[in-house]
Every structure is written in structure tokens, then in C-alpha cells.
Nanobody, 122 residues
Framework: VQLQAFGGGLVQAGGSLRLSCAAS????????MGWFRQAPGKEREFVAV????????DYADSVKGRFTISRDNAKNTVYLQMSSLKPEDTAVYYC????????????????WGQGTLVTVSS
């Protein structure tokens, strides 16, 4: 499956941004979809995951209550709505696809998008 993430940009602290990830090539609804991020000088970290049907979501503690993951299987797209953004949310955000249930580890994902940069200014 091919993934393309977009929607990143520059936003002030406290603001909101919505990332999108469009999938093509295979049956999108067969895959759990996740978002990861990598800040400069840091390792890639889990942000959120949604099950193939959309009924189960899981979040990193650092984003719970601020970020919401959703998907539209008819549009082959997964979203990450980010609110109350903080400077520490600054990172390149990646979407990924997995045949697992609701995986939270990067190695459980077989397909990755190219990343989109989110910069939160203080």
C-alpha cells in the first residue's frame, strides 16, 4: 500500500492542525493505521493508531485528550486532528499501515508514508 501524508505546517502554540494520509494500492480497510512522529535528534515515537474498522483507537500519553485519529475507508484516508498544540509537538509526522490489530510499535508496520513537517511556535 502506498501512503502519502500531508497537512503539516507552521502553527502557534495552542493552535490546531489536521493531518491527512491518503492510501492507495491495496484494500485500505484491511489495515490498521498509525501515526508516528520524529523530532530532530530523537527517535521515532508512536502517536496514535486506529483499527481497520475504526472502532478502536489508542494514543500516546503525551497526546491523549489533544489529538484524535479517525479514518474514512470510503476515501482511503486516515486523519490526525491535533489541538492545543505545544512546541514539543514539533516533528515530522508519518502515517503507517499494519496488518495487526492496533499496533503501537514501529516494527509492526510494513508501510510508511513520506512524512509531513509540523512546527509549533511558542
Amino acid at each position: 500500500v502506498q501512503l502519502q501524508a500531508f497537512g503539516g505546517g507552521l502553527v502557534q502554540a495552542g493552535g490546531s492542525l489536521r493531518l491527512s494520509c491518503a492510501a492507495s494500492g491495496r484494500t485500505f480497510s484491511n489495515y490498521a493505521m498509525g501515526w508516528f512522529r520524529q523530532a530532530p535528534g530523537k527517535e521515532r515515537e508512536f502517536v496514535a493508531v486506529i483499527s481497520w474498522g475504526g472502532s478502536i483507537q489508542d494514543y500516546a500519553d503525551s497526546v491523549k485528550g489533544r489529538f484524535t485519529i479517525s479514518r474514512d475507508n470510503a476515501k482511503n484516508t486516515v486523519y490526525l486532528q491535533m489541538s492545543s498544540l505545544k512546541p514539543e509537538d514539533t516533528a515530522v509526522y508519518y502515517c503507517a499501515a499494519s496488518r495487526g490489530a492496533v499496533p503501537v510499535r514501529a516494527y509492526e508496520y510494513g508501510y510508511w508514508g513520506q512524512g509531513t513537517l509540523v512546527t509549533v511556535s511558542s
